[in-house]
């Protein structure tokens, strides 16, 4: 007997890797879910279940893969942020940027981390995301790294969302360390303690102006690649670094941003098979100059996917204004940015076997939309259409 049965949709989304259509439109059909994976989609047969949710005039999707996030992150940023969008300046004391964000984060023990990112994953889950990566990066140093790794795995325990673990030690340089001294730390240190306790599956760094150089790039991502840590990297979001072709190199999961990407490195990472990461909340949140010209990557070769960067320069959970905003901002047709929120997502975290599409054999992350067609995604710029978030088999969230 099956345990859930999804049954007479509008719509089901398959975002199958060999769709012809890019998202694997079924109009009408079903579900079938047992111990948590997808038995059958489509023409699924009379069977009995314990449980039917009737899905007729709704849409049903893979859950949302959120896979660029700071989500773990103490103190508030809205003081900056009220500021900048008025074009002033912070109040004197308020924490701004990352350093700011570094001394808010620093005071806090694992758990009141913990705590505060809880209701942000929820708010995340509420809006359909069902996997979501989370970097560290605001630590900065060796033992509050470690917490926020340790944060990261305390997570995994406290939401349905699945919780994949990012070290971004390389996320800025720390203040109270000479930058020699911090890549050698976090090559010589955090890599290897990241790696042994299986704390983390990536290793990131930033590579910019004001931020790390090609060559320390280079040093922390070959740790991490020597400890089994796949790199990723936040890449050319302000200036041109010469960091693509490093990525491409390394044969890293995904590139983030790309926003001064020349179109000779984005075809040199497309044919190494790298991820673009646009995140069209951050370009509206920062006021980007530059935004990403996502068609170009994709025109170059690359799999272009979609995040939030929830963190506290661009506090969004929602992953449906992420697809609302690619389609208007970067010109991607609604079919492109629901495959860019599941399967291309899972591919940048590299976990494209399990989750990302509805395909037998997979697992059962499902979302029920109270729409008809799967266009009304992008349409209805800041709704929530999700009805219903199915993580692993189980029913999770219900409005
Ligand atoms: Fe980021």
Excluded: W
């Amino acid at each position: 007997m099956t345990d859930l049965l999804i049954r007479n949709a509008a719509e089901i989304l398959t975002c199958a890797a060999d769709a012809p259509d890019g998202i694997g439109r079924l109009p009408g059909g079903s579900i079938a879910i047992s111990d948590g994976l997808i038995e059958a989609v489509g023409e699924v047969g009379a069977r009995r279940a314990h449980k039917v949710i009737e899905a007729a005039g709704r849409v049903v999707l893979p859950g949302f893969v959120d896979c660029h996030t700071h989500v773990l992150f103490g103190g508030s940023r809205v003081e900056e942020y009220a500021a900048r969008v008025a074009g002033r300046e912070p109040p004197a004391g308020a924490p701004v940027g990352i350093a700011g964000t570094v001394r808010e984060t620093r005071r806090l023990s694992t758990d009141a981390l913990v705590a505060q990112a809880l209701p942000r994953l929820g708010e995340m889950l509420a809006h359909g995301t069902t996997t979501a990566e989370s970097k560290t990066g605001y630590g900065l140093a060796l033992e509050a790294e470690l917490r926020m790794l340790e944060a990261n795995r305390r997570l995994a325990a406290g939401t349905p969302v699945e919780i994949v673990s990012t070290l971004l030690a390389a996320h800025a340089l720390p203040e109270d360390m000479p930058r020699d001294e911090y890549v050698g730390l976090i090559v010589g240190r955090l890599v290897p303690r990241a790696a042994a306790e299986g704390l983390a599956r990536f290793c990131d760094a930033y590579c910019d102006q004001g931020y790390f150089t090609l060559e320390e790039t280079q040093r922390v991502l070959a740790a991490g690649v020597a400890h089994g840590l796949a790199p990723k990297l936040h890449l050319d979001a302000y200036s041109t670094t010469g960091a693509a072709r490093l990525a491409a190199d390394l044969g890293a999961a995904s590139v983030d941003h790309l926003n001064f990407t020349s179109p000779e490195e984005a075809e040199c990472l497309g044919a190494a098979g790298v991820v673009a990461v646009a995140m069209p909340c951050l370009d509206l949140a920062v006021a980007h100059p530059r935004p990403v010209d996502v068609r170009g990557l994709i025109g170059a070769g690359m799999t272009v996917a979609l995040a939030t960067d929830l963190c506290p320069a661009c506090h969004v959970a929602s992953m449906q204004l992420v697809i609302q905003l690619a389609c208007r901002l970067y010109g991607l047709s609604v079919a492109e940015a629901i495959r860019a929120a599941t399967l291309h997502a899972a591919m940048a975290l590299r976990r494209d076997k399990t989750v990302g599409s509805l395909e037998p054999g997979k697992q059962a992350d499902v979302l029920v939309l109270g729409v008809e067609r799967h266009e009304e995604l992008a349409y209805r710029i800041g709704s929530n259409l999700v009805e219903r978030v199915i993580k692993r088999g189980r029913v999770v969230v219900e409005r």
